[in-house]
């Protein structure tokens, strides 16, 4: 972070005595900002806003005043606050400090190539959605949209590598259980979802019908590992259980092996109890598969 910081500073000229090249400080041009985009404000509430001290504040709005860039008026509604505007000096003012702002800006980005300004505003927007969002992120379930099913074959794949250190024959295991689901799909009785945290793809799972039709198979769950503990997987697996049951099936099944124990505590939790194991050789690896079921 403080090397970011560093680097933002320096290449938005942050540090300059006046932003770019008008006559204000950084402190001043951001109260000139709120002064201009707010209707009739008091000094405490752009204080607020900036979370500026009260002295830095009432010196700023003297210099301003004294310039002739802002008026103050009493506040009918309370006798001790005054109501700041922009005078007509003061918005030609922030025109002037607006319109070399932006061209500031479009200098910076029209340096780089064209990918790189599609990252650099995109990470831009996950800064500013992060810092103004609230401190506990909540689990949101969608259904599926384009590109969906190719990204959770790819982060599954990558997560499994990653942690249990398994090939890319799970790869094209989890291709061909989403390229089935989407070639036969039946509304009526499967359905999946994805789990998202400030709008960021955190896992999914999936409904699949089974061989008989009153068994369904609940399949691919998984969670990103920085969303774990947040609930993502148990708000998954409800969903999946609580659709199988509005579809009338009579029991849920699903496949998974010993090694992933975060995911079978979540799934004794909901009820499913265990109905046969048997070891096996897959992924690049022995492993004990287990097929759990839950009556529903």
């Excluded at 659709?243 to 029991?251: F, H, K, P, S, V």
């Amino acid at each position: 972070m403080r090397a970011f910081n560093r680097v933002y500073t320096n290449r938005l000229g942050l540090l300059n005595p006046h932003l770019d090249g008008s006559p204000f400080t950084l402190s001043e041009a951001r109260i000139l900002y709120e002064l201009a985009h707010r209707s009739a404000p008091t000094a405490a509430e752009i204080g607020r806003a900036l979370h500026l001290d009260r002295g830095q504040i009432s010196r700023t709005l003297k210099r301003f005043s004294d310039r002739g860039l802002v008026e103050m008026r009493d506040d009918p509604t309370h006798g001790r606050q005054q109501l700041l505007s922009l005078t007509a000096s003061g918005q030609a003012s922030f025109g002037a400090l607006e319109g070399k702002t932006q061209q500031a800006v479009s200098e910076l980005l029209a340096r780089l190539p064209g990918f790189r300004r599609r990252s650099l505003i995109a990470a831009a927007e996950t800064i500013s959605a992060i810092f103004e969002a609230g401190e506990k992120p909540t689990v949101r379930l969608r259904g599926l949209k384009p590109g969906d099913l190719g990204r959770i074959v790819g982060r599954q794949a990558i997560l499994y590598a990653q942690e249990y250190g398994w090939n890319q024959d799970y790869e094209a295991l989890a291709a061909r259980i989403v390229a089935d689901f989407h070639q036969s799909f039946d509304p009526a009785r499967e359905d999946a979802w994805v789990a998202e945290m400030d709008e960021q793809m955190v896992g999914s799972i999936f409904l699949v019908r089974g061989e008989k039709p009153t068994v369904a198979k609940l399949r691919l769950l998984y969670v990103e590992p920085d969303a774990r503990g947040a609930g993502v997987g148990k708000t998954l697996v409800e969903a999946c259980i609580a659709r199988a049951r509005d579809l009338g099936y009579e029991r849920l099944d699903l496949w998974t092996n010993s090694v992933l124990v975060a995911a079978r505590s979540i799934y004794q939790k909901a009820g499913f109890e265990l109905a046969d194991e048997a070891p096996h050789h897959s992924f690049g690896h022995d492993l004990i598969g287990q097929t759990w079921s839950l009556t529903l």
